[in-house]
């Protein structure tokens, strides 16, 4: 794992110092060594900063030569089947000579024998690169297949960057990029900024699975809309071909899942470090932690925190699934004022304004676990993969039964149920003696009222992810997110449920859940792995008929089915509550000062980018109870306080 970063310029000579400059914005990514190469033109440079997972020596050093002299590559991640890639190279008799046996190494290699898109689709894992080809004068700029490394680019006043994060390129000459407003937008509306945008103006995100070819002439050429990027890996053709090739049976299901989620973790638990795992106690990550012990002969390190509040402490599953699984298990309880002392390093941890509050939790998990370890293994994926998110179920089947209603009672009813207050939707459901969330109320209210607004299912899905829909954009003028989520129409022959599955595969998969798992563990130097993400699990995921994954009326149950062989059943069966955090009971309490500040009527009429009284009536509504709205505040919060820390 590491942290890279390059600048082109034909205006400014392209020196050491200034990659320098900027890998340094970077360093928690790469402690371990740092390197910068400069073309003998001077127009192109690269700088490297390397946290040593593989071959600890300087043989893995980067900025990294090819053999054959063509192509020098910068790379941040880590390709876990390159013992096999290497194997097959020799076979081939295409590797003169290895310095190491640092994966850098071998991913280089095969992009020098067989190209760099054959190389990417052999390869397994995570990755960012930027490679120079000497041959083409090109520069060329690759994500892996569901963007878990990230990778940024775009153009400053001097030249063509990119890099790990904003940080190097703000360090780079010329830059001087304002605030891109549809990104703000888009921000408000999802909690976090999608790719390709930034939330600066002319800087983007390269997509997952996709490759930028940056000629000259492109690299002299700012942008003001991202440029056309191939796509070298599409997750919808998996799912097209697992629905074409499904696998109905839950007896041959079971067995499947468990071989390839085996061969998956039993790949990434290799290194050249302590390795551990994330447990939450959830279905996912107690999977990965139950396949991973099976792969080792010593207990592993497991790692969960917990909080004090009533409703948002899962440390407690996560111990019983520890001592059920034998692991060597670690668990912290967190306070307001540990979070307290979290939020001042958010816009540094982040480096772009991101407002999922889970980003706190994890960043203290991910700093518990590098306590004892260099890698951890997390569950993130399985939601998307296998149905898990409470959405995936209920939204189809309330909209596949409210569209035998007709449209003028459909709305009416839809409207009436949307009013009643969330205290009764909780004690219906407890009525029901039905399993729930502490928020069940407030999400249901919502999705009933978005329901009978919403024009077709597309909008129903994108409106109920906007967590402004229902009052209206917090910023000043007419500016929205330009980014709207829709389902696939490709896969449109596919039940509902598989459609919104992969559309948060595509979205809030790679820009919310893999961005905050990436940052949080980047900021303390550990790298984090998501064995789910394999590519031959993904692709048996895609085969595996909903009915096995929405069984007994809810997802992930063949999953389910297959924990219940490493676990007791009564330690799994319970509400999903994903990794929450209280920050809406501390914004009223320790958190009210900050928070005051940030959203002042001075505070968020600076820029004018804010309609201050339409934030403000938002945040008098939380703090009076009147309302649940702990997330669109969260978002302006953390904008505020990225805006802040950047012009200090």
């Known amino acids: 794992m590491c942290g890279i970063a390059g600048f082109i310029s034909d205006r400014v000579a392209v020196t050491p110092q200034i990659l320098r400059a900027m890998t340094d914005r970077i360093v928690p990514r790469g402690p371990d060594s ?7 033109a001077g127009t192109i440079g690269f700088g490297h900063r390397r946290l040593a997972i593989i071959d600890l020596t300087e043989a893995g050093h980067q900025p990294m030569h090819s053999a054959c002299g063509r192509y020098t590559l910068t790379y941040n991640g880590e390709i876990y089947n390159f013992q096999s890639l290497r194997a ?26 067989w190209g760099i898109e054959k190389a990417l689709e052999k390869a397994q894992g995570m990755f960012a690169i930027g490679l120079a080809d ?7 700029l690759a994500r892996d297949r569901f963007g878990e490394k990230p990778l940024y680019y775009g153009w400053t006043q001097s030249g063509f960057a990119f890099a790990s994060s904003l940080g190097p390129i703000r360090a780079a000459p010329g830059f001087a990029n304002p605030v891109s407003r549809p990104a703000l937008a888009c921000l408000m509306a999802r909690a976090y900024v999608p790719a ?29 809309t991202p440029p056309q990027v191939h796509s070298w890996f599409d997750y919808a053709d998996q799912v097209i071909a697992g629905a074409a090739d499904p696998i109905a049976d839950e007896a041959e299901a079971l067995e499947a899942i468990d071989a390839v989620l085996t061969g998956a973790v039993s790949r990434q638990l290799v290194a050249d470090v302590p390795v551990g795992n994330f447990l939450s106690g959830g279905i ?31 440390a407690v599953f996560a111990k019983r699934v520890a001592g059920a ?5 670690t668990e912290l309880y967190v306070s307001p004022q540990d979070a307290l002392d979290v939020i001042p390093r958010l816009p540094e941890i982040y480096d772009e304004p991101f407002a999922d509050s889970s980003q706190i939790p994890t960043h203290l998990v991910s700093r518990l676990a590098r306590s004892q370890v260099t890698v951890s293994l997390s569950g993130d994926a399985g939601d998307e993969l296998f149905g898990g998110y409470n959405r995936h179920v209920q939204f189809p089947r309330l909209w596949r039964t409210m569209q035998k209603v007709p449209g003028p009672l459909r709305r ?11 205290g009764l939707w909780n004690g219906l459901s407890d009525l029901a003696r039905r399993r729930r969330s502490a928020w069940f109320g407030d999400n249901a209210r919502r999705a009933l009222k978005l329901m009978a607004r919403a024009r077709n299912f597309d909008h129903l899905f994108d409106s109920f992810m906007d967590d402004w829909a229902l009052t209206g954009s917090p910023l000043a003028g007419s500016v929205g997110c330009s980014s709207r989520l829709h389902l696939d129409p490709r896969l449109a022959h596919l039940p509902l449920e ?25 900021a303390v130097s550990l790298e984090s792995r998501i064995p789910f993400l394999d590519p031959e699990v993904t692709a048996l995921a895609a085969r595996i008929s909903p009915s096995l994954k929405f069984a007994q009326g809810g997802g992930k149950a063949i999953l389910k089915k297959l924990l219940y062989r490493y676990v007791p059943r009564e330690l799994i069966d319970r509400p999903k509550a994903g990794f929450a955090i209280p920050v809406g009971v501390w914004v009223k309490g320790p958190l009210r000062e900050w928070a005051e500040d940030l959203l002042s009527e001075r505070a968020l009429a600076e820029d004018g980018l804010f309609d201050a009284r339409t934030v403000r009536a938002r945040w008098q509504s939380h703090l009076d109870g009147r309302e649940e709205a702990t997330q669109p505040l969260w978002s302006v919060l953390m904008f505020q306080a990225w805006k802040r820390a950047a012009s200090a």
Do not use: N
């Not at 740092?34 to 003998?40: D, F, P, Q, T």
């Not at 699984?325 to 298990?329: E, I």
């Not at 599955?501 to 940052?519: E, G, N």
């Open 412 to 422: 009416a009813a839809l409207e009436g149920a949307g009013a009643m207050p969330a």
């Open 134 to 140: 000497g041959e083409t004068r090109e520069l060329v």
């Open 325 to 329: 699984l034998g692991t060597d298990h």
């Open 196 to 224: 390709p945008l930034s939330i600066h103006e002319r800087i983007f995100k390269l997509p997952p699975g996709c490759l930028l070819r940056v000629s000259e002439d492109l690299a002299r050429t700012p942008q003001d």
């Open 498 to 522: 598989v459609r919104m599955m992969h559309a948060d595969a595509m979205t809030y998969l790679p820009d919310d859940i893999l961005c905050k798992v990436d940052r949080a563990g980047m």
């Open 284 to 314: 996912d990550s107690s999977l990965v932690t139950a396949i991973a012990q099976k792969c080792v002969s010593r207990p592993i390190k497991t790692f969960t925190i917990g909080f004090s509040e009533a409703g948002f402490d899962e």
């Open 34 to 40: 740092s390197g910068e190469w400069v073309s003998s």
């Open 88 to 113: 097959e190279l020799e076979a081939q008799g295409k590797v003169p000579q290895w310095r190491g046996h640092s994966d850098s190494e071998v991913l280089l290699a095969a992009i020098s024998a």
